[in-house]
């Protein structure tokens, strides 16, 4: 066998490489885009879980007020809590939305955002949930009138009334100040890093750091 036929032999051998390896990379970016549509498809459906969750509660609510529609604690408690129930709802319905419309082909940067974005969602439950805890009374209002059918805020004393709302007042500032210092930009703090990371979970932890690492490169 001489020089040329070797170097035949070579290239074509390499050329046969090169296809097989184009093709297991075409493989293996299929099998990563199905495992990733698949893992988004799950969460497409818990959060259509989450928002008919969120749907039962706003329509309750809603029957509720409609058919005991006065100026009464209970009532107002009932809307109130309504108010963060419809907020849980349309957060699910657009992390549904944006679920769908997620690309992996787009650009690394663009999709990183839409993930966070996916990651956040808890973050946000979480949010949504400690803005409604400086109004514990309306859930107790609320439950009196439907279990015992008593306005409880009608058998306070003014006193009482002022020293719950005293306490509201002071939980919701604190409330307040925890959700606007639950910044990505904040997590240097040991209890933003914690509440990132135990509520949104790693995913959510290593995605923001990829994210900032793009930004300074």
């Not at 459906?45 to 809603?62: D, H, N, P, Q």
């Not at 439950?143 to 709302?165: E, H, K, N, P, W």
Request: proline letters at 2%.
């Amino acid at each position: 066998m001489n020089l040329e036929q070797m170097q035949s032999m070579w290239q074509a051998h390499s050329e046969k490489l090169d296809e097989s390896m184009s093709l297991n990379k075409k493989l293996l970016q299929k099998i990563q885009a199905e495992g990733n549509k698949s893992e988004l498809n799950k969460l497409i459906l818990t959060r259509a879980i989450e928002g008919i969750v969120f749907f039962c509660i706003v329509f309750s609510l809603g029957t509720y007020m409609a058919s005991s529609w006065s100026l009464t604690a209970p009532v107002v408690s009932a809307f109130v809590l309504n108010v963060f129930a419809i907020a849980g709802l349309a957060g699910s319905i657009g992390q549904i939305a944006l679920l769908s419309k997620i690309d992996f082909s787009k650009p690394m940067k663009e999709t990183l955002n839409d993930l966070i974005a996916v990651r956040t969602h808890s973050l946000n439950v979480f949010k949504l949930l400690i803005l409604s805890a400086p109004f514990y009374m309306a859930y107790v209002f609320l439950g009196y009138d439907l279990f015992f059918g008593v306005d409880l805020f009608s058998l306070m004393s003014a006193d009482t009334a002022i020293r719950f709302s005293v306490v509201a007042l002071i939980f919701g500032a604190l409330v307040a100040l925890l959700v606007h210092k639950l910044k990505p930009e904040n997590r240097t703090n040991k209890l933003i890093a914690w509440l990132y990371q135990e509520i949104s979970g790693r995913r959510l932890t290593h995605l923001l750091d990829q994210f900032e690492s793009m930004d300074k490169d």
